[in-house]
């Protein structure tokens, strides 16, 4: 059975906005160096076409977390399956995330980020979802805000498919 993906945001949009993001970090760390910090396994796409038109230097570095719940829903418990490999105490350290939802993953990864000492620590997603939104979370940039529908695309998957789709697309039918 092949499920009916319909496109939300092309991908020419798509590579227009992450073009204008890396301008603008590009612009904000003009003189030094910036260490982006990925959230395996979604935002792997947005960090590699942002990182490759970011003009200041960049290091990269990546974790993968995963919350425990029901399946349906987080409990809110956190678990680093993936720590980062380099300490980040004085660096300006820039969070990727492919797409933020309620929250409470990309709250507890920001504190723990926090707690390490970094010289400057901002959030970036590629989706914004505020609808769905429990627990607030400073981003400093976002790509699109996006309506409550189960995405697919440029990273994010369903059943792990589709991750390669170049455009962000809503697949019909799944909640």
């Known amino acids: 059975m092949t499920d009916n993906i319909e496109v939300l945001i092309s991908e020419e949009e798509v590579d227009r906005r992450i073009k204008e993001m890396a301008e603008e970090i590009s612009k904000k760390y003009e003189g030094k160096q910036v260490h982006l910090i990925g959230i395996l396994k979604g935002s792997v796409f947005f960090m590699c076409e942002l990182a490759k038109r970011i003009t200041v230097p960049v290091t990269m570095d990546f ?10 829903k987080s409990s809110g418990i956190v678990k680093f399956n993936k720590d980062l490999d380099e300490s980040i105490e004085g660096k300006n350290v820039v969070i990727v995330e492919d797409i933020l939802d309620s929250g409470r993953t990309l709250s507890y990864v920001v504190k723990i980020m926090q707690d390490r000492k970094p010289a400057s620590l901002e959030v970036i997603t590629l989706l914004d979802k505020p609808d769905r939104r429990v627990i607030p979370v400073d981003l400093s940039m976002t790509g699109f805000v996006i309506p409550d529908k189960f995405i697919v695309g440029y990273g994010l998957d369903y059943a792990q498919k589709y991750r390669n789709l170049p455009f962000i697309g809503v697949v019909s039918g799944v909640e």
């Open 63 to 72: 974790i993968s977390v995963s919350s425990y719940g029901d399946g349906t």
